[in-house]
């Protein structure tokens, strides 16, 4: 069978301001129809660029191919006039994106672009094309098509509008769609029924996938063929089955092993006279949203109801949910970032809730922060050093103590002593998170919360992020409130978790029973939802 | 830091407008120096025109225009730099502590902010200065109450988004009080923006007093380029040099100032041109 | 629909209510700051009211009342929109700017329509051509406009176009002594407009170009715009289609800021070019130290550019659905 595409010796230049020369380099490949192609690679592999390239859409002018050919049916995009190029985009080839909010247009309804489409490649179809769209709109498994079609992008959920760009791009039923981390976005649940449709619809219309992903278990999921890109190049091609069974390259074998295990880690014995150190007891929270121009409309949303759970000293809980959960309110109420509104919080047999000004500033100490956002979470003002001893200066410590614990806590995350003199944007997202886990140890807190700390992160530095919480935690018997959305990297680090939905806790236990025998719905349904499941079952099994 | 200032330079039309800046505030720094008799001084025959006796003529009462230019440089680059430091510092603390404190503060001091916005403020400053009496103080005073509310807001939201940021959490959890949190993490990292506006305030502040001081409100005792304006206003027809001169300033000025306010914001923020 | 944007404007014009009454509040304090007694401050210029007329003041004003109830008796009064009277004029003062109001909306409107279309041409044009000799040549004659003070533009087109070469008259709205009528009288008071017109539309134009191009540029970023252009849209329905409508919403928001600025314009305007509207009233109480005149100009400006928000805001809701009008 002839190939669609067939990519011979691509590279693609970078402007010269950029850290670096290309974006990819010498690529070669080939898509057949009727096949889903996953592309897989961790940030700054490339695999945007190319996933755009194939439509010859270039971010800006500077970002261009120095040599190699796009060939698409024998003819090479990259040497297509402008007015050919239109005519295969959105046609022949279609794409969707990661952020389904702002890859709409906010003023337009949903049917608006969808029809403009057809309006722009089958003018002749015009009469027919609201027909179309609602044929489409139903095939995308979406509820009243009709509605849809009127509605404006913010007043669909996530999963809707991830389904109407899929129908925007399906509609003329191009040869090829080329999905940019199409799932990246959604909630673990919202995403198993997006990789389900996007396997129907490519059965239905044989059309070749291009998917572009991190995930390894979404690969594993869906992906007929994998390709792994790391810095620009294409390192390793197979058949999923003989990449994810037997990796040649080295970094394939990297990330393949640094995707976290949906096998609980072996359960740790925890001494059973250890001290309380946090009980929650009814923690309640209500967020009053005011909508409408002048603010007249309030919404109220209940983003924890009647928590109460128990943590012992050098025990780890996850705390699971998908977005809207409250896991995040959870933690900020903990950390009194935000206020409960009803409940108690006992921090080692204290009411934490009842301390004002001076004590609540002493007793802060003793619950600290990692946070998710590498990019946000350190002053990109301020020096590393500084960062680090800025916590035990200000509760009086003195300077000169603190500086040397500064250097312990580098050497125990990892980090050159040399580090301290550094600002924040001369490290890497990984480093950064190492330095805010040396940040939240300097204070010697009795609770460390991290909350997502691993979420933003590539897969393989997730790994080595967790390796370093495991190790920390391991050594100064810390206690952990471990906050995640992911359940395979609690799965990795947890002693026991508690799965919350819409503000309730909807059950607790000890790690391997709730992986090994979930009892409530929602939990059977989060489990059945992590993608490759089978798969790694398979494997883990098989390895062991 | 060698960075911005490269950039900086590299902006041909900033680079400009900083020559102009530095002319203009030349002038009025050494504008007693080199005519130290003061503007008001008759030196020869009414409307005689530019390039004849004096470079750039003299008005009707005999004065020379250069000379009033001169002054008027001082005059204007005062008035205009005084009002806006008094703004920037009404806009900070107003604008910071809605951001910052949240809450029906922010309501409260952004209902204010949306009053003094709505009300049309060349006409406040007008009454300002009617009531208050022309002096160089009511006239700094009345820029500076009518100049404020763009600042608050623009302080407002660049503190409100850095009061959210993980950073200042972080400082929060670690027990960090209010003014330390302000002082040593929000405001510097909003100094950018603020400097950038400001200086574009400077600007505003020029072009509101010269309207002013066209319609006659402005300080007897000195000369503003838009009082030399105004007065020639009369003899348009014959002498419009008296007008247009201290205008073509104005103009230079604020161009001048806009100019270095835009270069400074694109070497504070580099992006990438060409898009 | 129709119900919800009556039920939005009345909910809007409630909200309104304090600014107007805090502007009222205003007034008084500037009244109570200004020199002399409140009685010869509302009496309007000095000198020129009866001592008859000066008691009856006191007395309806309440001037030997405590202050609170002066307070409340200026705000039931101005809320009323009895504004005092005009002894020049020989008019109650509401009247009188009343009767001077058509000729500035005359100036406003047509400038206000006119500067933000063309800087939504102009701007949406620049970034169209970025960095191409549009781009370049309107930016540089932005740049300059941006910076030209409103009452010098107009005295130097004066110059140009009245004196030099004689297109325009120089002042005023129209030939009293004609006596045109009907379309006659449209056509000389349509050709007094043009040079007033012009120059307060040339800054505005400035502002709004700039702004819309930099929004344009900005819009050209966003995803949505590459997804548009992923269905084969070419450049002109990127721009026309997708982005103009996104680009358009902060003009309008800085359209609307703007209204009370426009209002201060039409005082130098107006005195510049001796055009009979409140922007010329205001300047001749001005010089005829005519307060009470002044705060009543400024309080139905402040009312005016209220009005103007409230249009705006409607406009922008309808663009907008993402604001919900409930």
Known sequence: MQPLYKIKDLTIDLPTWGDRKTAVTDINFELYLDEILCIVGESGSGKSVLARALMGLFPSKHVCASKGEILLDGEDVLSMSADKLRTIRGNKVAMIFQEPMTALNPLLTIGKQIVEVIEVHRPEMQKQAFQKAIQILSDVHLPNPEQIFHAYPHQLSGGQRQRAMIAMALILEPQCLIADEPTTALDVTTQAQILKLIKELQNKHHTAIVFITHDFGVVAEIADRIAVMESGKLVEINYAKNLLTSPQHPYTKKLLGAVPSILPAKSRALSSSSQTVLAVRNLSKVFNTRHGIFKGVTREVRALSQISFELKEGETLGVVGESGSGKSTLAKCIARLVDADDGKIFILGEDFLKAKGESLRKFRRNVQLVFQDPYSSLDPRQKVGSIITEGPILHGENREVAIQRMFELLQIVGLDKKSADRLPHEFSGGQRQRIGIARALALRPRLLIADEAVSALDVSVQAQVLGLLKDIRDEFNLTLLFITHDLRVAAQICDSVMVMSKGEIMEYGATKTIFESPQHPYTQQLLGAIPGRAYWLEHQLVTQ | MRDIFRRFARNIPAVFGLVILVLVMGAAFFAPAIYPQGPFEMVGKPFLEPLTDYLLGTDQLGRDLGVGLLYGARVTLQIGLISTLIAIFLGLTIGGTAGYFGGWIDTLLMRITEIFQTIPFFLFAILLVAILKPTLGSVIFAIAVVSWPPMARLVRSEFLSIRNREFVQACIVMGMGHWQIIFKHVLPNTLSPIIVTGSLMVATAILIESGLSFLGLTDPNVMSWGFIIGSGRSVLRTAWWVCAMPGIAILLTVMAINLVGEGLNDALNPRLKNI | ?326
């Not at chain 3, 002594?177 to 800054?203: E, K, N, W």
């Not at chain 3, 359209?255 to 305007?269: F, S, T």
Request: proline share 4%; hydrophobic share 55%; aromatic share 10%.
């Open chain 3, 1 to 326: 629909m129709v119900v919800s944007r009556l039920q939005y404007i009345r909910r809007r014009l409630l909200l309104a209510v304090p600014i107007i009454f805090f502007i009222i509040v205003l007034n008084f304090l500037l009244i109570q700051i200004a020199p002399g007694d409140a009685a010869d401050v509302l009496a309007g210029e000095a000198g020129s009211a009866t001592p008859e007329y000066m008691d009856q003041l006191r007395r309806k004003f309440g001037l030997d009342q405590p202050i609170y109830v002066q307070l409340l008796t200026y705000v039931s009064n101005v809320a009323t929109f009895d504004l005092g009277f005009s002894f020049r004029h020989n008019k109650p003062v509401s009247e009188l700017i009343l009767s001077r109001l058509g000729p500035t909306l005359l100036l406003m409107v047509p400038v206000l329509l006119i500067s933000v279309s063309m800087g939504i041409l102009l701007g949406a044009i620049a970034a169209r051509y970025l960095n191409r000799w549009q781009d370049k040549t309107i930016s540089t004659v932005v740049v300059l406009t941006y910076a030209t003070p409103v009452f010098w533009a107009g005295l130097m087109l004066i110059v140009l176009f009245s004196v030099k070469l004689g297109w325009f008259p120089t002042s005023g709205m129209e030939k009293i002594a004609a006596f045109h009528t009907g379309i006659a009288r449209i056509i000389d008071i349509a050709h007094h407009m043009v040079l007033p017109v012009i120059t307060l539309t040339l800054f505005y134009i400035a502002l709004y170009t700039r702004l819309m191009r930099a929004s344009v540029i900005e819009q050209n970023t966003m995803d949505y715009v590459t997804t548009a252009r992923s269905k084969g849209l070419g450049e002109k329905r990127v721009l026309w289609g997708h982005i103009l409508r996104n680009a358009c919403l902060p003009v309008l928001t800085m359209a609307g800021i703007q209204a009370g600025a426009l209002l201060g314009g039409a005082v130098v305007v107006e005195t510049v070019f001796s055009w009979p509207g409140l922007g010329l009233l205001a300047y001749e109480s001005l010089f005829a130290r005519d307060l009470n005149l002044l705060l009543g100009i400024f309080f139905i400006s402040a009312c005016l550019v209220v009005l103007v928000n409230l249009a705006v805001d409607l406009l922008y809701a309808s663009l907008d659905p993402r604001i919900e009008l409930k």
